[in-house]
């Protein structure tokens, strides 16, 4: 048997995901991506009033912790053929931005940083000469000598008092670390910013959305009121202070994004430009669109088009139909659960099934019998195809669509780093696309507060649309598709509704594409095929494994379930 190395869990990511790599030597010959945490929130919804369900669904996850709701809603709406008003749109767009704007800042200082930053190195820093490299990339106001030198002292405090704490087990001193001391304590301490940033920002979701995480949202709108009155009488409703906390937060984001991470992430990107050679995989992106400007029925006016790249050829687009039985299936050839059909056979989400097919006490996690099941995770397909989902995709989609923003920021930064176009298809290009797309949604996040203003100071104040509205007045049955880009990637709810109630209901999320097992025809995932070919410096340190599979930030609550048909408890995890 081949030598495996294997990492479980693989921290730093949202839910437990375990990978195994067999080795060629010391190179990667074949990887295999597993979902070993369990969810059921599918079933959970069964039998309810649809316009309730996105309550349930948004606790899918606490860090995507708005779109499964926004998706719900959609797929509801989209059921029922229901509009809602130009305000509940924009509103949307601003939630559903920021919570990009969040994700990805988060994600690349707290979750993907420290695979190319050595934290301890920084002790080794001048202070004075990380201050003159801040200083030449970025304004940033928090750039000065005596600035890094307290966060060096603080982070020596913490090496040899031993209270590294969620920095314990990093492998510091790995020889696939490149940055200068000076680079490694800047990007520590923009670690460190980007704590308070992070709990700043996430304001535009209480003002709209009245709390963070999980804001409240409802089917034909939102439920925020808008006053033109202020203080005490306008009540609960979004005001002139409101308001101005909103922009207050764009100016904040905004800040942060162009004076920190982009000129960041092209810092780090400069001393690792070997790994935008490694790290593709499949070479096919898939979008659902997103960011309506005339309504979520008009996709010609998405901000982020819908469509599918096959083999990297940019210069044809397909088009993408959910409700075409066809084209987006689940497979479970590999997976822990069966379907009435077979295991050889796929499911279009509005037929979705998930049925357990694994009996034995537990999962064989000691290790994974990768020649039969071996995960959680179903295998989703685009007319039989694995696909890619995220922002490299989207980066990709808008590049190719000719958007003026998008083309120039990839040109600009490929010329900065001396890179081809080709280049983006890799490890530390999907890296570079999650940048990129901030600073687009970002600028964007902007047009769509001006817009609502607009609307307002005209006296337009409608959030919600109000029609006969009771169960009584729908067809007996309807079925409708959510559709969304979540920062992870392409995001879509399917419904069905009977009589009034949730007949039945599939969630495909970004990570089922991306960290889906191997399929009937042997197709890799996207983790699977970016790993493959990865060589190991030091197999006990499997540091390069964690760069390619956190350059898709994994949220593996938001990809498995797990439920029998009965309801009944199936499976009992004891965590030490």
């Not at 308070?196 to 996430?202: F, H, I, P, S």
């Not at 202070?241 to 922009?247: M, Q, S």
């Not at 499976?571 to 030490?576: A, F, I, K, Q, R």
């Given at each position: 048997?081949?030598?495996?190395?294997?990492?479980?869990?693989?921290?730093?990511?949202?839910?437990?995901?375990?990978?195994?790599a067999?080795?060629?030597?010391?190179?990667?010959?074949?990887?295999?991506?597993?979902?070993?945490?369990?969810?059921?929130?599918?079933?959970?919804?069964?039998?309810?009033?649809?316009?309730?369900?996105?309550?349930?669904?948004?606790?899918?996850?606490g860090?995507?912790?708005?779109?499964?709701?926004?998706?719900?809603?959609?797929?509801?709406?989209?059921?029922?053929?229901y509009?809602?008003?130009?305000?509940?749109?924009l509103?949307?767009?601003l939630m559903?931005?920021?919570?990009?704007?969040?994700?990805?800042?988060?994600?690349?200082?707290h979750?993907?940083?420290?695979?190319w930053v050595?934290?301890?190195?920084?002790?080794?820093?001048?202070?004075?000469?990380?201050?003159?490299?801040?200083?030449?990339?970025?304004?940033?106001?928090?750039?000065?000598?005596?600035?890094f030198?307290?966060?060096q002292?603080?982070?020596?405090?913490?090496?040899?008092?031993?209270?590294?704490?969620?920095?314990?087990?990093?492998?510091?001193?790995h020889?696939?670390?490149?940055?200068?001391?000076?680079a490694?304590?800047?990007?520590?301490?923009?670690?460190?910013?980007?704590?308070?940033?992070?709990?700043?920002?996430?304001?535009l979701?209480?003002?709209?959305?009245g709390k963070?995480?999980?804001?409240?949202?409802?089917?034909?709108?939102?439920?925020?009121?808008?006053?033109?009155?202020?203080?005490?009488?306008?009540?609960?409703?979004?005001?002139?202070?409101?308001?101005?906390?909103?922009?207050?937060?764009?100016?904040r984001?905004?800040?942060?994004?162009?004076?920190?991470?982009?000129?960041?992430?092209?810092?780090i990107?400069g001393f690792?430009?070997?790994?935008f050679?490694?790290?593709?995989?499949?070479?096919?992106?898939?979008?659902?669109?997103?960011?309506p400007?005339k309504?979520?029925?008009?996709?010609?006016?998405?901000?982020?088009?819908?469509?599918?790249?096959?083999?990297?050829?940019?210069?044809?687009?397909?088009?993408?139909?959910?409700?075409?039985?066809?084209?987006?299936?689940?497979?479970?050839?590999?997976?822990?659960?069966d379907?009435?059909?077979?295991k050889?056979?796929?499911?279009?989400?509005?037929?979705?099934e998930?049925?357990?097919?694994?009996?034995?006490?537990?999962?064989?996690?000691?290790?994974?019998?990768?020649?039969?099941?071996?995960?959680?995770?179903?295998?989703?397909?685009?007319?039989?195809?694995?696909?890619?989902?995220g922002?490299?995709a989207?980066?990709?989609?808008?590049?190719?669509?000719?958007?003026?923003?998008?083309?120039?920021?990839?040109?600009?930064?490929?010329?900065?780093?001396?890179?081809?176009?080709?280049?983006?298809?890799?490890?530390?290009?999907?890296?570079?696309?999650?940048?990129?797309?901030?600073?687009?949604?970002?600028?964007?996040?902007?047009?769509?507060?001006?817009?609502?203003?607009?609307?307002i100071?005209?006296?337009?104040?409608?959030?919600?649309?109000?029609?006969?509205w009771e169960?009584?007045?729908?067809?007996?049955r309807?079925?409708?598709?959510?559709?969304?880009?979540a920062?992870?990637?392409?995001?879509?709810?399917?419904?069905?509704?009977?009589?009034?109630?949730?007949?039945?209901?599939?969630?495909?999320?970004?990570t089922?594409?991306?960290?889906?097992?191997?399929d009937?025809q042997?197709?890799e995932?996207?983790?699977?095929a970016?790993?493959?070919?990865h060589?190991?410096?030091?197999?006990?340190?499997?540091?390069?494994?964690?760069?390619?599979?956190?350059?898709?930030?994994?949220?593996?609550?938001?990809?498995?379930h797990?439920?029998?048909p009965?309801?009944?408890?199936v499976?009992?995890?004891?965590?030490?």
């Open positions: 048997m081949s030598a495996r190395v294997i990492v479980d869990p693989v921290t730093r990511i949202e839910g437990h995901l375990r990978i195994e067999k080795m060629d030597g010391d190179s990667i010959a074949l990887a295999y991506s597993s979902g070993t945490s369990v969810r059921g929130l599918e079933t959970i919804v069964l039998d309810r009033d649809p316009r309730e369900v996105w309550a349930f669904v948004q606790r899918i996850c860090v995507c912790t708005l779109v499964h709701g926004i998706a719900s809603v959609r797929a509801v709406e989209d059921a029922l053929d509009d809602i008003p130009p305000n509940a749109e509103i949307r767009n559903i931005g920021a919570q990009y704007v969040h994700d990805h800042v988060m994600h690349f200082y979750l993907h940083a420290l695979d050595d934290l301890v190195s920084g002790l080794k820093a001048d202070p004075k000469a990380t201050s003159e490299l801040a200083q030449s990339i970025s304004g940033y106001a928090k750039s000065s000598p005596g600035y030198a307290d966060v002292q603080q982070l020596r405090t913490f090496v040899e008092g031993g209270q590294l704490g969620i920095f314990a087990k990093g492998y510091w001193g020889p696939g670390y490149r940055l200068p001391p000076e490694n304590l800047m990007a520590t301490a923009h670690y460190l910013d980007a704590l308070a940033w992070q709990r700043d920002v996430a304001e979701h209480a003002v709209f959305g963070n995480p999980h804001p409240n949202l409802c089917v034909g709108g939102m439920p925020c009121a808008i006053s033109l009155e202020s203080g005490k009488q306008a009540g609960t409703a979004v005001d002139v202070v409101g308001l101005e906390r909103v922009r207050n937060v764009l100016g984001m905004s800040e942060f994004v162009h004076q920190v991470y982009v000129p960041d992430t092209l810092a990107a690792y430009k070997d790994w050679k490694q790290g593709e995989g499949l070479g096919n992106f898939l979008t659902y669109g997103d960011f400007a309504g979520y029925g008009d996709s010609a006016s998405y901000l982020v088009p819908a469509g599918v790249i096959l083999n990297r050829d940019l210069s044809r687009i397909e088009p993408v139909d959910l409700d075409a039985e066809n084209e987006v299936q689940e497979f479970v050839a590999r997976a822990w659960y379907y009435d059909t077979g050889e056979t796929g499911l279009h989400p509005y037929r979705g998930t049925k357990l097919a694994y009996t034995g006490p537990e999962p064989p996690y000691t290790e994974l019998d990768v020649d039969n099941q071996y995960s959680w995770l179903k295998s989703p397909r685009w007319n039989g195809k694995p696909m890619e989902v922002p490299l989207r980066v990709l989609m808008l590049y190719a669509t000719d958007n003026e923003q998008a083309k120039a920021l990839v040109d600009s930064t490929l010329t900065q780093l001396d890179l081809p176009l080709e280049a983006l298809y890799s490890t530390m290009g999907r890296t570079a696309a999650r940048t990129l797309e901030t600073a687009i949604i970002v600028d964007a996040l902007r047009g769509w507060y001006d817009n609502l203003l607009a609307n100071k005209a006296g337009d104040v409608k959030t919600f649309n109000e029609t006969p169960p009584a007045t729908w067809p007996r309807a079925q409708g598709v959510g559709r969304m880009e920062p992870r990637g392409a995001l879509g709810h399917w419904i069905v509704i009977e009589d009034g109630k949730v007949a039945n209901y599939q969630a495909v999320v970004p089922t594409w991306n960290a889906g097992p191997r009937a042997d197709q995932g996207a983790y699977e970016a790993l493959a070919g060589r190991l410096a030091d197999p006990a340190q499997p540091l390069e494994i964690l760069r390619t599979v956190h350059s898709f930030d994994p949220c593996i609550a938001c990809a498995v797990l439920t029998d009965e309801g009944e408890e499976l009992t995890l004891n965590v030490h």
